[in-house]
Structures are given as C-alpha cells and as structure tokens.
C-alpha cells in the first residue's frame, strides 16, 4: 500500500501548500522600509536644507551678537545662545512631525487652529495674563512660561485662508463668498494684535492674507478693491499711537534732527554704522563693536547689522541668497501643485517668512522706519523660531507629495494580494 510523505495529510490526496505566505510577509516588510526611506523629490531637500543652516547659522549669531551683555547682565555669556539652541531642538522635531503629516490633516483642522490662535491671542489683549514689551502688548505669562501667540495666530491664519480657498475654489468671481469668511478670520486675528499695539506683526500678517489670496487664485479686481482699503485706513492706524508717530516722523527726517539721536534715533542709525563697518569681509567673527551695548536688539530685530558688520557684504549676500533660494524653491511646490490648499498654504508661508526677511532688512537699511520684526530663522525668539519651523515642516508636507519624486511610493493596501509568482497586483 503506498504512504504519502505529505505532512498533515488525512487523505491519500496532496494536501494543499501555502508556499506563499511567507513571500507575501516578506513583501510587506519591504514595501513599509521603502514607505519610510523613499526618495523625496529635491525641492523637499532644498528646504529642509535651507532651512537647518539658516537656524544652526542663527544659533551662531545669536551666541556672538548677545553674549557681551549677556555677560554683563548674568555673567553667562551662552545665555541668549543656549535657549535659542533649546528653541531649535523642540522647532526641529516639530518641523520634521509636520512634514510628515498629509495636506488633508492640515486641511481638516485648520479652522480649529485658528478658533485656537484667537482665543490665545484674546487672552494677551484682554485678561492680565497679556504683558507688554517695549510698549507691544503681544506676549502671555503663565508662571515662569512666555510665549508671542501671535506667531502662533500666523500659522492658524495662513492654513484658515488655505481651507477656505478649497473649499470655495469653485466660486472664486463672488467676492462675497470668497472674502466675507476670510475678512472675517484676517480682521479679527490682526485686530487683535493691533489692540495689543504691534504694527509690525500686523503688516507681516497683511503682506501674510495677500500673498495667500493671490497665489490661491482669487481675482485680482478683489485684491485691488482690499489695497486701495488698506491704503485709506493704514494712516489713521498709524497716527492712533503717539509712539508710531515719533518713529515714522523721524524716519522721514533721515534722522537729521540732533535733538533725536539719544532717543529715536539710536537704534537705526547704531545699526547703519554697524553694517559700514563690515565693509565687504567683514570685521570677523565675534569682532563687532556695536553689540557691545551700541546697538539695541543686537540679538533680535537689528541681527543683519551684526551680521553685516561681522561677516561683511560676503556674508550678508550669502543670507539674502539663502532667502532667495528657499522663496523659489516654495514657488516650485506652488506651480508643482494642483492642490488650491497646498497652494495658497504654500503662497501664504512664502509671503510671511520671506516678506518679513524683506521688512527686517529694509529696516536695518534704513528703508522703513523701525518696526520691531525679527529676522526669520535668524534672530533671537522662541515663539517665532519654533513657529516659523513648524511653517515650513508643513511645506515640507506638500512638497513631500509633489509629482516627479524619486522613487515611488508603493501603497500598503496593494500588500496581501499576490499573483502565483509572488509579485504584487
């Protein structure tokens, strides 16, 4: 009598075999390590990489243009530069978080980010847990914790527009179905800030709304109608607070009143000869003579000038050209995209890191009056550092998905279907 050698077998039949399964594992392991370490397309490194040396570079300046009155102040010349290091370390991570998650997270809670900028920024302006700096109430103090949530309001603005944009991409030529929501969310965010007094972060925000509605593809007779708007109440905005008055006033006069060089004139004229100074290589490394106690917000609003002043127009150049890289390297996600959010997300961020850049070095240049806006990635802050990162680390999320990456991502769910030779279908 014949005996089969088939394990299991219970019959004098060939018991089924399942020589697959294993291969079927084998490909799930595989297609998940190729889901993680997937080439990204070479506009989500440009970024990425922009953006690291722009922050590790502003760690640097930060340590040498703060470290003389650092010393002076708690004999600790690493004290500015090792929080903002610790401002790095947690905006870094966050940066990298965001970018993993996809543009339909962003786009379905971006109104619940915005409902939550303005209630943190409600609470600055009005209850005693706002303080003021400098005049600016635009900072909330719990405890020994401080926090700017209108760098917070920024983000939540720039994704609220972004949702809306989507969801009437549709009706773009009714102006009311476009703009009544968004005036809405833009009024209110930077009606808050301005009650709080700071007229800085409220243009950046503005400068934040028309770059956002432009490149989200609203109507240019629109935006006209909101310039010629803008441009009729910004005086009385202005003229509302004696102090912007001053400030304005003596811009204007080139600083030529002598009565003003103690008091308006300090900062912005400290800063000029600070950037003279450098000539084109610059006095070298930790060698400036206006941080020490010359020039006001060395660390802050007035970095380029030491920068400038250190590393000279080379140095200078180079930021200004890491600036113009990461602004182009965002308009490739725009025309790369076919997505109205991931556009106007995108054009919103592009037009609030980069035209702060802008309105910081005109204001060191002496081509605005002081204003009191930091340089992005560069000066010295925590709330706008770790903002600003998490800005970018949603970008990063969209140009993760841009087509023409390298390396295509497999889908998980085609695993566990396979043809008789293993292959995935």
């Known amino acids: 009598m014949a005996t089969t050698d088939l394990p299991n077998s219970r019959s004098g039949g060939a018991a089924p075999s399942r020589p697959h399964a294993p291969a079927r594992r084998h490909n799930g392991a595989v297609v998940a390590v190729k889901n993680v370490f997937v ?13 690291l040396f722009l922050v590790v570079f502003g760690v640097v300046m930060v340590l040498s243009s703060s470290s003389v009155e650092q010393y002076a102040a708690t004999h600790d010349f690493f004290g500015a530069a090792s929080r903002q290091g610790l401002y790095a370390v947690l905006g870094v991570p966050l940066m990298l978080i965001a970018s993993r998650l996809p543009a339909r997270f962003w786009r379905k809670w971006a109104m619940w980010i915005v409902g939550v900028g303005l209630v943190v920024q409600a609470l600055v302006v009005l209850t005693p847990l706002g303080y003021s700096i400098q005049g600016n109430r635009n900072w909330i103090r719990v ?23 989507y969801v009437k991409r549709e009706k773009l030529d009714d102006w009311k179905e476009v703009f009544v929501p968004i005036g809405i969310a833009s009024l209110g965010s ?22 956002a509605l432009y490149v989200g593809g609203a109507r240019a007779k629109h935006l006209l109608v909101g310039v010629v708007a803008l441009a009729v ?10 102090s912007r008055q001053s400030r304005i006033s003596a811009w204007l006069s080139g600083c030529s009143d002598t009565s003003q060089y103690q008091d308006l004139c300090w900062q912005p004229v400290h800063g000029m000869w600070a950037l003279a100074s450098g000539g084109v ?21 007035y970095i380029f000038a030491i ?57 060191v ?36 998905d841009l087509p023409g990456r390298n390396g295509p991502t497999l889908p998980t769910g085609a695993v566990g279907r396979s043809t008789t030779n293993g292959t995935l279908r």
């Open 143 to 165: 405890g020994s914790f401080t926090a700017q949530p209108s760098e917070i309001l920024k983000l939540a603005l720039v994704l609220g527009i972004g949702a809306i944009m």
């Open 233 to 242: 109440l910004l005086p009385f905005v202005t003229m509302a607070s004696s």
């Open 39 to 51: 080439a990204e397309s070479s506009t989500f490194y440009t970024i990425l990489g922009v953006t």
């Open 307 to 363: 920068i400038g002043e250190e590393l000279g127009l080379v140095g200078a150049v180079v930021v200004l050209a890491l600036f113009v890289v990461l602004a182009i390297s965002m308009i490739k996600v725009i025309r790369q995209s076919n997505d109205p959010f991931v556009k106007t997300v995108t054009g919103g961020v592009l037009a609030w890191i980069i035209g702060q850049a802008l309105v910081n070095i005109a204001v």
């Open 281 to 301: 290589f610059g006095v070298g490394l930790g060698n400036s003579k206006a941080k020490w106690s010359w020039l006001p917000e060395a660390d802050n609003d």
């Open 365 to 400: 240049l002496g081509l605005l009056p002081v204003l009191g806006v930091p340089l992005p990635l560069i000066s010295a802050g925590g709330s706008a550092l770790i903002m600003t990162l998490a800005a970018i680390g949603v970008v990063l999320s969209f140009a993760r």
């Open 190 to 211: 930077i009606g808050l800030v301005l009650v709080g007094g700071d007229q800085g972060t409220a243009m950046i925000m503005l400068i934040l709304v028309f770059g």
